[in-house]
């Protein structure tokens, strides 16, 4: 898997405008979170490399970067809770989900 570390502000309005040509995943992953960790290895188990042409994948580390997890949840009217998977399309969250919620399978029914 491709990921793209999302560590500054300025990334979610490029997020927002990549978006229109194509899917954006943002996963908030922390690293203190054992549920977060097995809800990233069950994503990144089944990725697949055609997967990055179908969507662009980011990263964040929200342990690291909290302020900016929260300035995600406001951007896109979306409840921070962690781990948790963010679909944007059009500059829109259109699915998110956390926790065992997050399924490879929802993601690719949602693009």
Same mark, same amino acid.
């Given at each position: 898997?491709?990921?793209?570390?999302?560590?500054?502000?300025?990334?979610?309005?490029?997020?927002?405008?990549?978006?229109?040509?194509?899917?954006? !995943?943002?996963?908030?992953?922390?690293?203190?979170?054992?549920?977060?960790?097995?809800?990233?290895?069950?994503?990144?188990?089944?990725?697949?490399?055609?997967?990055?042409?179908?969507?662009?994948?980011?990263?964040?580390? !929200?342990?690291?970067?909290?302020?900016?997890?929260?300035?995600?949840?406001?951007?896109?009217?979306?409840?921070?809770?962690?781990?948790?998977?963010?679909?944007?399309?059009?500059?829109?969250?259109?699915?998110?989900?956390?926790?065992?919620?997050?399924?490879?399978?929802?993601?690719?029914?949602?693009?």
């Amino acid at each position: 898997m491709n990921w793209n570390k999302l560590t500054e502000a300025g990334q979610i309005q490029e997020i927002k405008a990549l978006s229109a040509e194509k899917p954006v !995943l943002i996963f908030k992953h922390s690293t203190r979170c054992s549920i977060s960790s097995m809800s990233l290895d069950r994503l990144t188990r089944k990725w697949t490399d055609i997967d990055n042409e179908k969507l662009t994948p980011y990263f964040l580390d !929200l342990i690291a970067r909290r302020d900016l997890s929260d300035l995600v949840a406001r951007e896109f009217g979306v409840p921070h809770e962690s781990p948790q998977v963010l679909l944007i399309k059009n500059g829109e969250a259109i699915y998110d989900n956390s926790h065992f919620g997050i399924s490879y399978a929802d993601l690719m029914g949602k693009i």
